[in-house]
């Protein structure tokens, strides 16, 4: 079935570092990849995406990449603030619109 | 806007009681998910609803059913709770994109249901 994976399951940097998360997808027809951000005991925001036409796309300190032929995406944070401590989600459109969501990324950033 | 209403927010069933929780959104979008959400396992797709009239079944269906009742509403029934279906469920939404590309999902805030 459709599948992605996410790497690392936590992760704790210095603040002013980067951090980088990592995913992979098995459906080849995906065309969309969110990230979605998720602070303690709140639901999930949309903080970028990246459709299929595009390799790269940056919103400020948040760059995300694709590589469709190796069918991998990841998510770049620069300059990391205590306030970017999060859980990190990952998720690519299945084939039915629907999307399917990597498993997480904890990041904590450490002042 | 409201975005995504879920109801309710914390619901607490005996082990074979059933409930339904609600979903309402006025973003007049056509898509409409319902996923539950349990530590270490991400976000996992139990039913989604791509517009009015029609459902299917998501990764993890068994033990609920879903009534796609307009296309603002999206009910999930659990028709004799487990304590394996403790959990937090979330009701997204979105709008299919054009070309087929997919568009962002906006989330409810969650509805915390312990089955004891």
């Known amino acids: 079935g459709e599948n992605v994976e996410q790497h690392p399951s936590t992760l704790s940097v210095q603040e002013g570092d980067s951090a980088v998360i990592k995913c992979t997808y098995s459906?080849?027809?995906?065309?969309?990849f969110p990230w979605y951000k998720q602070e303690l005991g709140k639901r999930p925001q949309l903080i970028i995406d990246?459709?299929?036409?595009?390799g790269e796309k940056k919103d400020q300190r948040i760059a995300v990449t694709l590589n469709k032929t190796a069918k991998h995406f990841s998510l770049h944070i620069t300059e990391t603030q205590p306030e970017d401590s999060a859980v990190y989600f990952c998720?690519?459109?299945?084939?039915?619109?629907?999307?399917?969501f990597g498993k997480g990324t904890k990041l904590s950033v450490k002042p | 806007n409201a975005g995504v209403t879920q109801t309710p927010k914390f619901q607490v069933l005996k082990t074979g009681q059933s409930m339904t929780l609600q979903c309402a959104q006025d973003?007049?979008?056509?898509?409409m998910y319902w996923y539950r959400q349990d530590p270490g396992m991400g976000l996992r797709l139990i039913y989604y609803?791509?517009?009015?009239?029609?459902?299917d079944k998501g990764e993890v269906p068994n033990g609920y059913n879903v009534s796609r009742l307009n296309k603002r509403e999206f009910s999930l029934r659990l028709e004799s709770a487990a304590p394996s279906q403790t959990s937090v469920y979330f009701c997204?939404?979105?709008?299919?994109?054009?070309?087929?590309?997919?568009?962002?999902?906006?989330f409810g805030q969650g509805t915390r249901l312990t089955v004891v």
């Open positions: 998720a690519a459109r299945g084939s039915q619109g629907n999307l399917i």
């Open positions: 459906d080849s027809a995906s065309n969309y």
């Open positions: 997204a939404s979105s709008l299919p994109g054009a070309l087929g590309l997919g568009t962002e999902a906006f």
């Open positions: 990246i459709r299929s036409n595009v």
């Open positions: 609803s791509a517009s009015e009239g029609t459902t």
């Open positions: 973003m007049n979008h056509n898509s």
